[in-house]
Structure formats: structure tokens, C-alpha cells
T-cell receptor
Framework: GIQVEQSPPDLILQEGANSTLRCNFSDSVNNLQWFHQNPWGQLINLFYIPSGTKQNGRLSATTVATERYSLLYISSSQTTDSGVYFCAGSPFAGNNRKLIWGLGTSLAVNP | EPEVTQTPSHQVTQMGQEVILRCVPISNHLYFYWYRQILGQKVEFLVSFYNNEISEKSEIFDDQFSVERPDGSNFTLKIRSTKLEDSAMYFC????????????FGPGTRLTVT
């Protein structure tokens, strides 16, 4: 099955710094999503991005489907950005498809 | 904005007891999923459900697990006889019928088996 590799596994930033998180897939992937898991364990949808680039405030994401990777950019980081960032995708497009998850990047933003 | 809700937020149960975790998917969504996350590990797929039947299930989803849509709004996960290793965060998700396939997640139920 598809393997999802995220890097770096851990990241410590000073408030205001920028960062790039990466997600590599071992095979073609569809329905690619990025999530933020907050300290209470809740999964927050960040982006649905099977290809191309999207931006939402200080966050943006780019997926290069042909090269099987996706990047999440965090600019001007804040302490509330702390938590674990997951990417997930499915081997097939469309609905009713299980998501396969990476191990996540654990981000700590210090004031 | 519509959201997936889950109850309870935290459940503590004794080994061998039955538990039912409840989810209310987004109202116009027709595809439903359960995932779990053991503490400190990655999220794992359990089961997907559409048109009142299971579409796909993982190896984790053995005979101790079942899912049901008892009415037009709820989607439940039942564990018949809980084990210590069932302790995890359980997430429900849903996706819309003619959408892209993007899955929307609930806040999770933290299950602790003692």
C-alpha cells in the first residue's frame, strides 16, 4: 500500500518564524488533505489539495502530484500554531476512499 | 458552518464492557468513516460506510466492531467487548455525495479502557 512520509518529525520555532513541512508519497495519491491536530486532540481540516496551490491566511499548501509530494507553508508562526500537522491521501480519487496518514510533524512555537 | 459532532468527548470503560460511540455527520453527507488514533501514533482507518452498508474495512475492524446508521442523523461505532488496546481517540468523518471526496472530521471521542 501507499506509504506516507512526513518531514521533519519535530520542529521548534520562535514566534514569527516561517516554516515548510513536507509530505512524500510512495505512489500516486488522490484526495490529499492537510490537518492540524491541536493540543486537545481535535483534527482541524487545513487544506484539501490533490494538486496545485492554495492559501488560507498565513498558511499555504502546494501539491506536485506528478512528483508525489506536498508542502505546507506556515508564515509568521504564532504559539497557537503549535500541535501536530498530518497529511493524508487515498490511492483512488473520489468519495468512499480511506485516507492513509503520515506520522505527522510535531510543531512547537515558542513565544 | 456545518460540522461533524461526536459524543461523548471522553469515555472510560472497564475491559470487557460494550461501548457505543456516536457521531452526527454533516447533514447532506452520505459517506461516513471511522478512524482511530492510539496515543502518540498516526491516525488509522477503521471503516467506511455508504448506503447502509460497509464499503471497506481495515484489519483492525474485526468482529468486535460494528457500525450502524440507526436513524437519519446518527452514525455509531460499537465495540462489543473492549480490550485495553482499544484505548484510543476515535474520529468520525463524513464526505458529501457529489463532492471531491474531502473528508470532514469530528472532534473525536477519547476512549479509555481500564
Amino acid at each position: 500500500g501507499i506509504q506516507v512520509e512526513q518531514s521533519p518529525p519535530d520542529l521548534i520555532l520562535q514566534e514569527g518564524a516561517n516554516s515548510t513541512l513536507r509530505c512524500n508519497f510512495s505512489d500516486s495519491v488522490n484526495n490529499l488533505q492537510w490537518f492540524h491536530q491541536n493540543p486537545w486532540g481535535q483534527l482541524i481540516n487545513l487544506f484539501y489539495i490533490p494538486s496545485g496551490t492554495k492559501q488560507n491566511g498565513r498558511l499555504s499548501a502546494t501539491t506536485v502530484a506528478t512528483e508525489r509530494y506536498s508542502l505546507l507553508y506556515i508564515s509568521s508562526s504564532q504559539t497557537t500554531d503549535s500541535g501536530v500537522y498530518f497529511c493524508a491521501g487515498s490511492p483512488f480519487a473520489g468519495n468512499n476512499r480511506k485516507l492513509i496518514w503520515g506520522l505527522g510533524t510535531s510543531l512547537a512555537v515558542n513565544p | 458552518e456545518p460540522e461533524v459532532t461526536q459524543t461523548p468527548s471522553h469515555q472510560v470503560t472497564q475491559m470487557g464492557q460494550e461501548v457505543i460511540l456516536r457521531c452526527v455527520p454533516i447533514s447532506n453527507h452520505l459517506y461516513f468513516y471511522w478512524y482511530r488514533q492510539i496515543l502518540g501514533q498516526k491516525v488509522e482507518f477503521l471503516v467506511s460506510f455508504y448506503n447502509n452498508e460497509i464499503s471497506e474495512k481495515s484489519e483492525i475492524f474485526d468482529d468486535q466492531f460494528s457500525v450502524e446508521r440507526p436513524d437519519g442523523s446518527n452514525f455509531t461505532l460499537k465495540i462489543r467487548s473492549t480490550k485495553l488496546e482499544d484505548s484510543a481517540m476515535y474520529f468520525c468523518a463524513s464526505s458529501e455525495p457529489r463532492g471531491s471526496g474531502e473528508q470532514y472530521f469530528g472532534p473525536g471521542t477519547r476512549l479509555t479502557v481500564t
